[in-house]
């Protein structure tokens, strides 16, 4: 089978828990993480147990929070022991972009040191919080030894997401090849008319209607042959505890359709089951065979 000619999804699995995202850190600083109600290893173990659901093998790709991994290490190996990828989300969930340069690097450098004691491998994947990174912490990432970054989104109109210069780089398939050893694999989006449409899963995933979203992922497919999801863990958990503040609209996105993302998700992957689903580093490997 010329695995080449059959479209790709990959799917990503960002490991944080729901009090650990940025549209609710005004109401859950650091400080307060160590007394919250844990629910990221059972969401997490929902999301391993549906990708076993299918006849066709269904592998994705886990960029764990540090803190997470380093009070959960069964959690890590349960991931690892059913055929996935583990990669690096950093340790603190602290935008890349809003931390010195010294403390940007340790906390790639111990996640990355963390997570290669706990599984055993050589941890290549790394993705920013938020998506927060620009070419100069590109430059970090590489020097501390992944072999990727995946923290690329080209919506340009959420203030959190970083920007990078991809001019001059060579493309193949959706990766973009900084040099020899390093690679960028970015969130997946429509272009419609010349304008980015955000396509690549987590609150946009939620929002559209499910024959929508499914349409524009075909769409993705038939231009680039492969699409990058991302998702959270907690975006299926719809007991998580609620926040007691007054409604916004960043605490409205982080409800939306809790209860139906799994189902959402399930649908999504029966309908591409055609597809190949890769971890990232099966991706770039197919690439450069």
Known sequence: MDLT???NILITIDVEDWFQVENLRPWFPFTKWGNQIQRVEYNTNSLLDLFDKFSRPVKAT?????????????LVSNIQNRGHEIASHGYHHVLNNQMKDEHLRKDILSSKKLLEDLSGKIIAGYR???????????QVIKESGYKYDSS???????????VISTNGYKRKGIAIQF?????????????ILNQTIPWGGGGYFRFFPPAVFIKGVRRILNSSGTYLFYMHPWEIDAKQ?????????SIWRHYLNLNKTHK??????????NCNFLTCSQYLDLLNR
């Open 179 to 191: 040099d020899q050893e390093f690679h960028e694999l970015p969130i997946s989006n429509l272009q």
């Open 62 to 74: 886990f960029f764990i929070l540090g803190w997470i991994a380093e009070r959960l290490p069964n």
């Open 128 to 138: 920013a919080p938020s998506f927060s990174i620009n070419n100069k912490i590109l």
């Open 152 to 162: 690329y989104n080209s919506f340009e109109m959420h203030g959190r997401y970083g």
């Open 264 to 273: 959402r998700l399930e649908k999504m992957i029966a309908y591409f089951q």
């Open 241 to 249: 505890p609620k926040v007691d503040c007054p409604r916004s609209l």
């Open 5 to 7: 000619r059959i479209n």
